[in-house]
């Protein structure tokens, strides 16, 4: 499996964007994905995650409420609407790929538990 993530770039404060991870192989729709980001001298940690078929999304507090998690298996891609940005937000955008159900506390926010990885792509919000 291949993951290609795109649609970081440079916002303002409060703007929006959209990012999509496309991925290759007939089996994404088994796949739980997630987004994690890693900012300069910062771990990387964890966004949000999407169960195969939507039923179950999750965020990270920080951005409840402003980032919008969502798949669509038919054209092989996942997308993470964000929205409200802040300079805080600012890092490396990376997609990834559990092949097997991983819906539970411990498994979609830890990075370790992704099987496949795209490449990052950049979002930089400035004040």
């Known amino acids: 499996v291949q993951l290609q993530a795109s649609g970081g770039g440079l916002v303002q404060a409060g703007g929006s964007l959209r990012l999509s991870c496309a991925a290759s192989?007939?089996?994404?729709?088994?796949?739980?994905m997630g987004w994690f980001r890693q900012a300069p001298g910062k771990e990387r940690e964890f966004v949000s995650a999407?169960?195969?078929?939507?039923?179950?999304?999750y965020y990270a507090d920080s951005v409840k409420g402003r980032f919008t998690i969502s798949r669509d298996n038919a054209k092989n891609t996942m997308y993470l609407q964000m929205n409200s940005l802040k300079p805080e937000d600012s890092a490396v955008y990376s997609c990834?790929?559990?092949?097997?159900?991983?819906?539970?506390?411990?498994?979609?926010?830890?990075?370790?538990?992704?099987?496949?990885w795209g490449q990052g792509t950049q979002v930089t919000v400035s004040s």
């Open positions: 990834a790929a559990a092949a097997y159900y991983c819906s539970g506390y411990g498994c979609y926010d830890v990075a370790e538990k992704y099987d496949y």
């Open positions: 192989g007939r089996t994404f729709s088994m796949f739980t």
């Open positions: 999407i169960t195969w078929n939507g039923g179950n999304r």
